[in-house]
């Protein structure tokens, strides 16, 4: 286990390395710099915390997909043969992979704070307050760059990220399929509309920690049991979607793309 975490630390700085020499930094650090200017500059109305971690909240796992994404195209390349070669394990090659986005998406994130720190700081927010707000968005981040390493190509087939797409869909389908649809369904079948939300309730599950840990992102309201019960489900979701990501990773055939 030590010798995979030391493999994957090793892989993650050889990945920023790539990632830096590749010059991709500067459009990060320019998406961060847009969100800031168009959303979060000064404008003489104070912010409060609620705005900006609501902005934050948005902005952290839309920069994990784009960022992770860049990084599986990174890692699904030829040279990845030769790496595996020299005894390196799939999942620690893996891990490599999440670990250098999420480290890119932090110095984003961190980029962001200090510019809202130093030019328009929340007047209803302390430093104990950023700091227990951060933690949820965090673990958002990982949960959304770990799902999307999960869906890539590296990792799973066609036939499975379609299948997991449209749990993902059924899932979110209730904010979809509702009032009007759902009366027209119970008129041709009632029992399909049970079932529906039976599969819908089952399936949107592990989608609760993500959607609450947004809220105490926004609200930080971490006076509860409930709120450290669902850091500690974000933490639980997390490091099953890395398992699985590996555990797809190792039973596929391995071939990466010639590009």
Do not use: K
């Amino acid at each position: 286990m030590m010798r995979t975490i030391e493999l994957a630390v090793r892989l993650t700085h050889f990945t920023l390395i790539e990632y830096l020499r590749s010059g991709r930094l500067l459009l990060e650090l320019a998406a961060a710099i847009t969100c800031y200017v168009v959303l979060l500059r000064p404008t003489g109305t104070p912010m409060n915390a609620g705005y900006l971690f609501t902005v934050l909240g948005i902005f952290g796992p839309a920069m994990a997909i784009v960022t992770t994404s860049y990084m599986i195209g990174l890692g699904d390349r030829p040279q990845g043969y030769i790496v595996l070669a020299h005894n390196v394990s799939r999942g620690a090659y893996l891990i490599g992979l999440f670990l250098a986005a999420v480290a890119v998406i932090l110095a984003m994130y961190g980029t962001l704070c200090i510019l809202v720190a130093l030019f328009n700081r929340a007047t209803d927010l302390d430093l104990v307050g950023w700091i227990l707000a951060t933690l949820p968005l965090i673990l958002n981040v990982g949960l959304v760059a770990a799902l999307t390493l999960l869906l890539s190509p590296l990792v799973l087939g066609a036939g499975w990220r379609l299948f997991v797409l449209a749990l993902v869909a059924i899932a979110l389908s209730s904010n979809v399929i509702g009032g009007p649809a759902l009366n027209q369904i119970a008129g041709i079948n009632p029992l399909l509309v049970d079932v529906l939300r039976a599969v819908q309730t089952i399936l949107s599950g592990p989608l609760v920690p993500i959607f609450y840990g947004y809220q105490l992102s926004v609200t930080r309201g971490f006076d509860s049991v409930a709120a450290w019960s669902n850091l500690l489900a974000q933490c639980s979701l997390l490091l099953a979607f890395l398992g699985l990501a590996r555990y797809a990773f190792n039973q596929r055939d391995l071939l990466f793309s010639a590009s």
